[in-house]
């Protein structure tokens, strides 16, 4: 039996980190993770030009409640007040599709929306997923692979 603390949320956070993590250094990259996650960097890469880039990993389970349909939240991704910030990268990863997103902060500034009203009103958030559970076409020009981490970060 699995522990209970493995499947908790920042347990899974961290792994979908690592997870990423290690494939950029598969891909050569030198990586460094902040002792303190207080600017919403939870990793560093060195490319192979010397340039440095922050980025941020936000994973998401894909759960079923009906045969061909996700439940909410599966592909909606929150970010708390994003800034402009040049060298600034999200990595949006939903796990069982075996599908990661990679967009810089102006990216996703462009293609996310800002709730204006309630509880999430300093909150912006991309919905990825379709509510059938596939990837949204929209979207797919920011579709990246392990392979891929090289020739978008040179």
């Keep these: 039996m699995i522990p209970p603390w493995i499947e908790s949320r920042a347990c899974y956070a961290r792994r979908m980190e690592l997870l990423v993590i290690s494939r950029f250094m598969a891909e050569g990259f030198e990586c460094f993770i902040p002792a303190v996650d207080d600017n919403r960097t939870d990793f560093v890469a060195k490319t192979s030009s010397g340039r440095f880039i922050e980025l ?3 994973a998401r389970k894909f759960k079923k409640n009906e045969p061909g349909l996700c439940t909410m939240g599966s592909g909606r991704f ?3 007040n ?3 910030r040049p060298n600034y990268y999200y990595i949006f ?3 069982q599709l075996n599908t990661m997103w990679c967009l810089s902060e102006k990216e996703y500034l462009k293609e996310c929306s800002r709730h204006k009203s309630g509880k ?5 958030s991309l919905v990825l997923l379709s509510p059938g559970g ?5 979207y797919q020009k920011y579709e990246i692979k392990q392979e891929e981490f090289s020739k978008k970060f040179k």
């Design 56 to 58: 941020q990993v936000k």
């Design 78 to 80: 929150q970010v708390k």
């Design 82 to 84: 994003p800034i402009n």
């Design 93 to 95: 990863i939903v796990e």
């Design 120 to 124: 999430n009103i300093d909150k912006t």
């Design 134 to 138: 596939k990837p949204r076409p929209k």
